[in-house]
């Protein structure tokens, strides 16, 4: 596999075939390329042009052969890196478990040779019937890995089991098999990566607080897992799914914060600091709730503990770490690379805060990667690949220091 990893996407004639337009958006934001097929039924439920629209080409349907008689369900199957079906109806599960080839979407699992994932979605009955259970394990006996599905309501009114799973939890699941087929590169290592933006309590309701929503340090964490590192996520406050595989620490302050990530020092190999942290905290925060009668109110601030700065006191040369630079316009550029210089980090990552299509709150960043060594740019792109490509300096930094001390033979 080089570059972007493509899925197939095979979509079947459930009621959550509409969900499957958001999953193929999330295989795009996760950096992957989509080509969907769709059965006849699935027709019925959304038109192809929605996924042609989304996936940007054709999407192929129903029968085998198509009029310029090219062999599609071959074809598709080369080129995928993984096969996805989502929804699977109880129908599509059965004629995979038998060994039907009776559409194009069954002819194509049956010559398609690399790893498949499927996403059960029924309704309570069906998916309970001892016929759909027994078929599920005879394909997960086969290797093919089963989303399961989660318990709410259902399309038909009933609460219980049979709903698709979410689109994260696919794109995750596909995510995982893809890195581990692919990049091992951080195996082992103990990564552990602080995200959100820490809140400094005014009084028992009131803070002062900042707009990072986590989404970078998310990805990164969910990237560094998937390369086999074993991953601790300090967060503060992020409002996010779970991160499959990472443990993650909730820290509310820049105090608390601060506290966890010098207890996990010691352990840490990689250290990679995505949050916004508070550069001040109120001197004293009123027990309960500031009431409106006050004329004129003023609270005192005090800075808090720097948190690169103290690691880089107590990092005794062994820690990679990482910091980020959040600055208003490219002219904080060079104050990133003086912030890389007086902290003694090994890598910055720079980004511009003032521009609303990237950074803060969005799933998109751009940013420039700054390290003793050099700078790189990295072009506007969804925050899995921004990870993806921080990872990657990082992993290629960690081998070339692990080569320098290797003994010469
Ligand atoms: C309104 C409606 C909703 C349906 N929803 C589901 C469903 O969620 N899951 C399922 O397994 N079958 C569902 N079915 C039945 C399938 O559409 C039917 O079994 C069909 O033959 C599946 O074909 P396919 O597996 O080739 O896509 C539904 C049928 C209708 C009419």
């Not at 001197?283 to 720097?306: C, N, Q």
């Not at 600055?327 to 890598?347: F, H, I, Q, V």
């Not at 003793?372 to 070339?400: C, F, M, N, Y």
């Amino acid at each position: 596999m080089t570059g972007q990893p493509t899925v197939l996407l095979g979509v079947t004639g459930g009621i959550a075939a509409y969900k499957a337009a958001e999953l193929l958006r999330g295989f795009q934001k996760a950096g992957m390329e989509v080509r969907v097929m769709m059965t006849e039924a699935a027709t019925r439920f959304v038109t192809p042009l929605t996924f042609e629209t989304l996936s940007g080409h054709q999407v192929h349907v129903g029968e085998m052969l198509r009029a310029d008689s090219t062999i599609a369900h071959i074809e598709e199957g080369n080129v995928a890196d993984i096969m996805v079906i989502a929804p699977a109806t109880a129908n599509t599960l059965a004629k995979m478990a038998a060994g039907f080839a009776d559409n194009l979407l069954t002819a194509t699992y049956l010559a398609y040779a690399g790893t498949v994932v499927v996403a059960p979605s029924m309704n309570t009955n069906m998916w309970r019937h001892p016929a759909t259970q027994s078929n599920v394990a005879v394909l997960r006996e086969r290797g093919v890995y089963v989303v399961e599905p989660g318990a709410g309501e259902l399309a038909c009114g009933v609460y219980g089991s049979g709903r698709m799973a979410d689109p994260e939890s696919i794109v995750a699941e596909v995510k995982y098999r893809l890195q581990v087929e692919r990049k091992t590169d951080l195996r082992g290592l103990h990564v552990v990566i602080t995200s959100g933006g820490t809140r400094e309590p005014i009084d028992a309701v009131r803070y002062i607080g900042n707009r990072s929503s986590g989404k970078m340090g998310a990805a990164l964490a969910r990237g560094a897992f998937d390369r086999g590192a074993v991953v601790h996520l300090v967060k503060a406050n992020v409002d996010l799914p779970r991160a499959p595989g990472v443990t993650e620490i909730e820290t509310p302050t820049a105090a608390e914060m601060y506290q966890e990530v010098m207890r996990l020092l010691p352990e840490t190999d990689i250290l990679i600091m995505a949050a916004a942290v508070a550069d001040y905290s109120v001197v004293a925060p009123a027990g309960g709730k500031i009431g409106k009668s006050h004329a004129d109110l003023s609270v005192s601030l005090v800075p808090t503990t720097d948190i690169l700065c103290e690691v880089a006191t107590r990092k005794e040369g062994k820690q990679y770490v990482v910091g980020f630079a959040a600055e208003y316009g490219m002219e904080g550029l060079a104050r990133a690379r003086d912030k890389l210089e007086r902290k003694n980090l090994d890598m910055i990552v720079f980004n511009d805060i003032s521009r609303s299509d990237i950074g803060f709150n969005s799933d998109y960043n751009e940013v420039v990667i700054l390290t003793p060594q050099g700078e790189s740019r990295v072009e506007r792109a969804p925050k899995e690949t921004i990870a993806e490509i921080i990872l990657d300096h990082i992993a290629r930094e960690l081998r070339s220091r692990r080569e320098e001390f290797l003994p010469v033979t």
